[in-house]
């Protein structure tokens, strides 16, 4: 048999992560996708990306003077930015809207197009304001300009994907878009449906329930997303409301969990629901390029001193913290990271459950902790999360520290100069957690819950810590909260005052760990092989017999 071509992909994402100079991401999903971009430009993979340029970028987040966050509009750079010269063009909300597509390949990745409804003359330019604004019409008019509007630009810009991969619910309009052009040629919906399916690749990343978007089908209606199909035809592969999870689910040809832990959460959240894809386990990885210092990679790769490496990255963000907040925080001090988007299961006050505990840890200066963390603007409840953080270093001036306005220049500094990496997540919550594999690539030890995929990178004691052993009963946050003292108490803190040979011994296994399992490379050569390829391989075999039986 004639070897297959590599599959053409089209990867939509609501948001991206290139660098901290282009804020059109709020975290971790947009992250991901950025380094995705950056995997396929390194591993010469017929990709590109397709998402939206956000009007406002995402937000700058500073504390006012009663410690809590206020939110700015982010202008940023565009130089970068080229005219593809290409519009396209859809009805949202019974109004013909043009959307003006823009590229860039200026860091380091494969060709990202952005659609953008901001232009000169129109009054459509809410559309793409604001990433996920809280309005449930800008929230669907954002979707349809992603998803359709996503699928004729392609059609214009006369790249064919083999595989449409659908990163998240927010793109699922685009397999509306593909069942409406194949009926338009004559087809009915089931076999468009059909046809549709063996195009989709989805990646579901929420393991709370809540987190996985619904919208009423008035809405659906009134915004113009049913494309032109019926509502029986929608309703049955979104359900009533339209889910945009079970709607990816029943789209896609093969869909996947982002951890072995979330695979198994996923298929067990959406097991109920008829008709959906096999899901699969594809833990994530992290563009090792990007977030591994090159300090670090060197030190490795000539089996130097890597303490002494880590020391001169430890220096570089205690000098950053000072120069942000005044605090000297000391450099032979234990120094303890935890930055993560503001979410109640992420429990980011957990190690202070037991004050009598961990208080005199900080009073006498034994470990240091260092937070940061974003809100979304509109979030009231992540908005108090992120003052709960800034409280705690108002408490302890002199040994906890907040670092406002978290974003991917940050994220380096931090996962490559504390000296642990704290994860304190509500198991099964945590999909996966990527800040953790960029922590561990630079030798900055996991100390974590076994949850997304730190289930699979932990070997206690070798590659970092785990604490709360798995459990998820009912008295999980006191269970994880007494073992994390346990375990700093009575191995971490020793560890790292008396024994610095296996400390480094830890770290080198740390870094090989990270390098080898936890990239986007391995990542992406997993998305093709379990995904890409065997969609391409059916579609071409299918096709290959109606041919045979057509000339019988």
């Excluded at 059109?24 to 590109?48: C, F, H, N, R």
């Excluded at 991969?165 to 040629?185: C, Q």
């Excluded at 449906?193 to 063996?198: D, G, I, L, S």
């Amino acid at each position: 048999m004639a070897a297959i071509p590599q599959p053409r992909v089209a990867f939509f994402c609501m948001e991206y992560g290139l660098d901290e100079k282009f804020p059109i991401y709020s975290g971790g999903l947009g992250v991901l996708a950025g380094d995705i971009l950056k995997t396929a430009k390194d591993m010469q993979l017929p990709m590109v990306g397709v998402g939206i340029l956000w009007s406002e970028g995402y937000s700058d987040q500073y504390l006012d003077k009663d410690g809590y966050p206020q939110h700015s509009r982010q202008n940023y750079d565009r130089s970068h930015l080229e005219d593809t010269g290409i519009s396209v063009n859809l009805w949202i909300r019974g109004e013909e809207v043009a959307c003006k597509i823009w590229k860039t390949e200026a860091f380091g990745n494969v060709p990202l197009y952005l659609l953008d409804t901001d232009l000169p003359g129109s009054n459509h330019g809410w559309i793409t304001r604001q990433l996920y604004a809280s309005s449930p019409q800008e929230r669907v008019a954002a979707e349809l300009v992603l998803g359709v509007g996503g699928v004729r630009f392609l059609r214009l810009l006369g790249f064919e994907p083999d595989i449409y991969h659908l990163n998240e619910g927010h793109a699922v309009f685009a397999g509306l878009e593909l069942i409406r052009e194949k009926m338009s040629r004559g087809m009915d919906f089931y076999q468009a449906w059909e046809e549709t399916r063996q195009q989709i690749v989805f990646t579901t990343h929420t393991p709370v329930m809540a987190g996985n978007e619904e919208h009423d089908h008035g809405l659906l209606q009134h915004m113009g997303a049913w494309v032109g199909l019926e509502y029986d035809q929608v309703e049955q592969i979104g359900g009533n409301p339209f889910n945009m999870t079970v709607a990816g689910l029943r789209l896609s040809y093969s869909s996947n969990g982002v951890s072995q832990l979330h695979g198994a959460t996923a298929r067990a959240m959406w097991r109920g629901n008829s008709g959906i894809s096999p899901i699969i386990s594809i833990t994530n990885g992290v563009h090792v390029e990007t977030w591994q210092h090159e300090s670090i990679r060197q030190t490795y790769n000539v089996q130097g001193n890597l303490w002494k490496t880590h020391l001169q990255l430890k220096k570089r963000l205690l000098e950053e913290i000072e120069n942000r907040t005044g605090v000297t925080l000391d450099l032979d001090t234990l120094t303890i990271g935890f930055a993560r988007r503001a979410a109640a299961y992420k429990r980011s006050g957990l190690i202070f459950y037991k004050p009598h505990i961990i208080e005199p840890l900080l009073q006498d200066r034994t470990i240091q902790l260092v937070y940061s963390g974003k809100a979304h603007p509109d979030d009231e409840w992540g908005k108090q999360i992120v003052a709960n953080m800034a409280e705690m270093a108002y408490r302890f001036p002199d040994s906890v520290v907040f670092l406002e306005n978290y974003n991917m220049e940050l994220g380096r500094l931090l996962t490559s100069g504390c000296d642990v990496w704290l994860n304190t997540p509500q198991r099964p919550l945590e999909a996966s957690a990527t800040s953790g594999m960029k922590a561990a690539l630079n030798g900055v030890l996991n100390f974590s819950v076994l949850d997304g995929w730190w289930t699979e990178g932990c070997l206690h004691g070798v590659t970092g810590w785990q604490f709360g052993g798995g459990y998820e009963g009912p008295e999980q946050t006191m269970v994880d909260a007494l073992s994390l003292y346990e375990v700093l108490l009575e191995e971490i803190i020793p560890l790292y005052y008396e024994d610095r040979s296996r400390w480094q011994e830890m770290m080198r296994a740390s870094i090989s760990m990270a390098m080898h399992r936890f990239s986007t490379a391995r990542m992406l050569t997993e998305y093709n092989n379990l995904m890409y390829q065997p969609s391409t391989i059916l579609r071409k075999i299918k096709r290959d017999i109606a041919h045979a039986m057509a000339i019988q």
